[in-house]
């Protein structure tokens, strides 16, 4: 059975920094969209960031106008593992993070047609 398992959240400081790890068994990563979302008490699912792994082994990545700058993917084909480093991070990166994955990358941020959802990793972030 396909599905990924985030882990890495925590609490930290702001400016402070994170490395979240989302596993993926069943299947590679290869050829595929792995988005990264957040849902913040009371608020909507927000798209983060999502990456691409194209057949001539080239990234793509795509990340919110909020995140770009400090928050940064990568993809580890060993251990099936797509990363998402988070750097200088806010009060506002407070959530629980999810990845899932679907075909492209193209309007990840509506979250749409993604399967596979992880059941999350919490990131506080608090002075």
């Known amino acids: 059975q396909a599905q990924f398992v985030e882990s890495g959240g925590g609490l930290v400081q702001p400016g402070g920094s994170l490395r979240l790890s989302c596993a993926a068994s069943?299947?590679?990563?290869?050829?595929?969209?792995i988005g990264w979302f957040r849902q913040a008490p009371g608020k909507e699912r927000e798209g983060v960031s999502c990456?691409?792994?194209?057949?001539?082994?080239?990234?793509?990545?795509y990340y919110t106008d909020s995140v770009k700058g400090r928050f940064t993917l990568s993809i580890d084909n060993a251990k099936n593992t797509v990363y998402l480093q988070l750097n200088n991070l806010k009060v506002a990166d407070t959530a629980v993070y999810y990845c899932?994955?679907?075909?492209?990358?193209?309007?990840?941020?509506?979250?749409?047609?993604?399967?596979?959802w992880g059941q999350g990793t919490q990131v506080e972030v608090s002075s």
């Open positions: 990456i691409f792994r194209s057949r001539s082994n080239r990234d793509y990545t």
């Open positions: 899932a994955t679907r075909r492209d990358c193209a309007g990840y941020d509506t979250g749409r047609d993604f399967d596979s």
């Open positions: 069943g299947f590679t990563l290869d050829y595929r969209a």
